[in-house]
């Protein structure tokens, strides 16, 4: 489960190619960011590829998160996160427990700013439009910094209403992760309290606090 949290995270981090970024690719990236931030929320159901070449092993699941500004609620089979802009609760049913911690501000992770995902294009990346396909838009993000553990982000968007279709990114370790939208919704508008763990819904789990 950690491996796949990890490999979650690692989607979400900021990225970038040394060179001019692509103005097409840019010009895309803004819309895209627009739609996304603009709207109340954003909620997709997914299903998750993680390849090992290393390890010769394939990890699939099914998850679903929804992110409003800078909270959001993740859920995976054997974990749910939730996370209200200032705090994070892990939980792991089967364990019976869950963790509470406080992310660091100037953490730019999936974890403590999942909004990024929309922006971080605006800094530290290169950009270029690789294909225009008739249905989507695929972009390659790279890179700056060669010991970056990231070679490459590869977005598919929707050239019809610029949703993020797929995204998948590979690592220099050999792990190549795909995560493919099923679902892309910009339309829910949540209360606040869906991005806290509540602990009367949980009274029989083990709580660690981390704070």
């Known amino acids: ?57 394939t990890d699939t699941l099914q998850g679903s998160v929804l992110l409003s500004r800078n909270s959001y609620r993740l859920d995976l089979p054997d974990n749910i996160i939730w996370f209200n802009g200032e705090v994070s609760w892990s939980l792991l049913p089967a364990e019976k427990e869950v963790t509470i911690t406080k992310p660091d501000r100037n953490d730019d992770s999936f974890q403590s700013r999942p909004s990024s995902i929309f922006t971080m294009y605006k800094k530290g990346y290169k950009s270029r439009l690789t294909e225009e396909r008739p249905e989507v838009y ?9 010991k970056n553990d990231l070679i490459r982000v590869r977005l598919f968007i929707a050239r019809s209403n610029l949703y993020l279709k797929s995204l998948e990114y590979k690592r220099r370790d050999g792990i190549t992760a795909t995560l493919i ?6 339309k829910q508008k949540p209360d606040q309290s869906f991005f806290s763990f509540s602990p009367e ?8 606090d981390m704070r």
């Not at 001019?20 to 895309?28: F, G, L, N, T």
């Not at 939208?181 to 910009?186: A, F, H, Q």
């Not at 819904?201 to 660690?208: F, S």
């Open 181 to 186: 939208v099923k679902d892309y919704n910009l």
């Open 138 to 146: 695929i972009i390659d993000l790279y890179p700056e910094d060669y």
């Open 201 to 208: 819904k949980y009274r029989d789990v083990d709580i660690i």
């Open 1 to 57: 489960m950690r491996k796949i949290s990890g490999t979650l995270s690692a989607l979400m981090l900021a990225l970038c190619v040394s060179g001019q970024s692509d103005p097409r690719a840019v010009a895309i990236l803004d819309k895209f960011s627009a739609s996304a931030t603009s709207a109340p929320s954003v909620s997709m159901k997914f299903l998750l590829i993680t390849d090992d070449q290393l390890e010769k092993t």
